[in-house]
């Protein structure tokens, strides 16, 4: 494990007691989801270019193309994974409940396509998220942290 990645260890971390403890607050929490009278995503994760950062809690990429994803206000979700591009959709609800759904992507062989399958999966299986600063993270149905990503500039 390099430096950087010890570095990022207590931020993950942190981020993952920070979830538990926001999933066991009671009380009412405004949904980012759809706003009334309309059919448009909005919060901190929509309009935003999100680019790879880990997998897991250290793993580290090495790709020719970023893997980046985008969320558009209309729900609809487009990015590439390191080797193909892919649309689906996503759907955003209470207490940073995230689920990306339909996902497609094109079918172009690159060497690296074990890493590209572990992006997608990543996504298929995000459950919850969490945004800190310029960082957001994904978390499976068990808490397990799945992955981070960085905010494009």
């Known amino acids: 494990m390099t430096i ?85 959709e996503a759907t955003l609800g209470d207490n940073q409940r995230i689920e990306f759904s339909e996902l497609a992507t094109t079918r172009m062989a690159c060497p690296q396509m074990g890493d590209a399958q572990k992006v997608t999966d990543m996504l298929e299986t995000a459950y919850r998220y969490l945004i800190d600063h310029d960082r957001l993270v994904f978390f499976g149905p068990d808490s397990r942290v799945l992955g981070g990503w960085r905010e494009s500039n």
């Open 4 to 88: 950087k990645n010890w570095r990022l260890l207590p931020w993950l971390a942190s981020a993952t007691l920070l979830l538990s403890a926001c999933s066991s607050t009671p009380g009412p929490s405004p949904a980012p989801g759809p706003e009334p009278g309309g059919d448009s995503l909005s919060g901190p994760v929509v309009g935003q270019r999100w680019n790879l950062l880990l997998v897991g809690t250290s793993e580290r990429l090495s790709m020719p193309d970023t893997p980046f994803f985008e969320i558009s206000r209309d729900g609809s979700v487009r990015g590439h994974d390191g080797c193909n591009r892919f649309t689906g």
